[in-house]
């Protein structure tokens, strides 16, 4: 619906791929997941496994249309960034058929979780890119219990970051290539944090 939106008035359709790109959710680029086929593509974090690099891609046709020379940078074409930039790429070539599992098992691990934590509100998220909403009773925003979950998974060697406006959703992105038992390890971390938050 919205490239048919985008085609029928003449705009061009971004897609900023910077945290969904390079494998995060389980394909290539989010807008694969999600069937979208965009103008433009934004990238960045992902793309040199987060040595400092981002692009912008298009097509040849739309690209031609900026005269050369009119856009330049102070650090544009880095070659040692563009290295690091095609390891990652080979690289993950061989990690992303492992995410899909990764992902699932995340989520039922969530899932479970939610069963016994009643704070756990939303479960949401598209490969390992996961947001777990924590809520009180009345089902508000409960950021002392995102609070308490990250406290105690820095005192167990997780660190655990917020995202939200109300700043009460676990945002949990582990590594594309983490093992079963580390993946597990975390997922433990924050079932206790969680235990004990609720005790």
Known sequence: ALRSICDEHGILLIADEVQT???RTGEWFGSHTLGLRPDI??????????FPLSAVGSSRELFSQWPAGSHGTT?????????????????LTEVLPG???RSEHSFARFAEMKKTHSVIG???????????????ENLDADPAAIGHVKSVG????????????KENVIRFLPPLNVSMEDLDRGLDIIDRALSSYEA
Do not use: H, Q, W
């Open 122 to 136: 939303d479960i949401r998220g598209l490969g390992l890119m996961i947001g777990v909403e924590l809520v009180d």
């Open 154 to 165: 820095l005192e167990e060697g997780l660190f655990i970051l917020d995202c939200g406006p």
């Open 99 to 101: 995410v899909a599992a």
């Open 75 to 91: 650090y544009g074409g880095n070659p040692i960034s563009c290295a690091a930039s095609a390891a990652t790429i080979d690289g």
């Open 21 to 23: 790109g390079f494998g």
């Open 41 to 50: 593509v934004v990238y960045g974090k992902g793309i040199a496994n987060g």
